[in-house]
T-cell receptor
Framework: DAKTTQPNSMESNEEEPVHLPCNHS???????IHWYRQLPSQGPEYVIH???SNVNNRMASLAIAEDRKSSTLILHRATLRDAAVYYC?????????????FGKGTKLSVKP | GAGVSQTPSNKVTEKGKYVELRCDPI?????LYWYRQSLGQGPEFLIY????????DSGLPNDRFFAVRPEGSVSTLKIQRTERGDSAVYLC?????????????FGEGSWLTVV
């Protein structure tokens, strides 16, 4: 799996939008971009994933650059519950294993 | 409960002892994963099962670590001759099948402390 680069930490104010960046300059054409997050003392949970087009779900939006070398996870209105470590992960569509390779992620703090 | 269940939630053991950690995946999920997470790090892949067989065990750090899934459901991670460096959270996860698009669901982990 290709590597991703994320900032170690970010801060946000409650009820404001948050843009979490991820660089994946060595992404291949068969890599999906997945985002997971991990709340304190819990296992990671799925947030969103996409291939080329921007994606929206009830949790977040995923904006993917046209060249696919970077992406941004967007939380439209941060809440205190969104304080977590956010992981950007590439997953090969052609791979048979399916396992996720985690980096260190971005630790998001949300201030009231 | 509908989620991935792991037992025990906490385990303290002495150096050199044998430990078993159990994982009950979500019913019907054919893919099962084990990860290990040390403080301040992201989860580290250990092993992946598709059904009863280990499809990828490349993440197991050495031969003291072993995992089984004899009936394609419950899995047990076994650690022999534990060392202090084995202290970590051991996470289990499952998905409907091990392909790129399927969501992977994680349990809350088993916290292992080797003293």
């Amino acid at each position: 799996d290709a590597k991703t680069t994320q900032p170690n930490s970010m801060e946000s104010n409650e009820e404001e939008p948050v843009h979490l960046p991820c660089n994946h300059s060595t992404i291949s054409g068969t890599d999906y971009i997945h985002w997971y997050r991990q709340l304190p003392s819990q296992g990671p949970e799925y947030v969103i994933h996409g291939l080329t087009s921007n994606v929206n779900n009830r949790m977040a939006s995923l904006a993917i650059a046209e060249d696919r070398k970077s992406s941004t996870l967007i939380l439209h209105r941060a809440t205190l519950r969104d304080a977590a470590v956010y992981y950007c992960i590439l997953r090969d569509v052609g791979g048979s294993q399916g396992n996720l390779i985690f980096g260190k992620g971005t630790k998001l703090s949300v201030k009231p | 409960g509908a989620g991935v269940s792991q037992t025990p939630s906490n385990k303290v053991t002495e150096k050199g002892k044998y430990v078993e950690l159990r994982c009950d995946p979500i019913s019907g999920h054919t893919a099962l994963y084990w990860y290990r997470q040390s403080l301040g790090q992201g989860p580290e892949f250990l092993i992946y099962f598709q059904g009863t067989g280990a499809a990828d065990d490349s993440g197991l750090p050495n031969d003291r670590f072993f995992a089984v899934r004899p009936e394609g459901s419950v899995s047990t991670l076994k650690i022999q001759r534990t060392e202090r460096g084995d202290s970590a959270v051991y996470l289990c996860a499952s998905s409907p099948e091990g392909t790129h698009g399927n969501t992977i669901y994680f349990g809350e982990g088993s916290w292992l402390t080797v003293v």
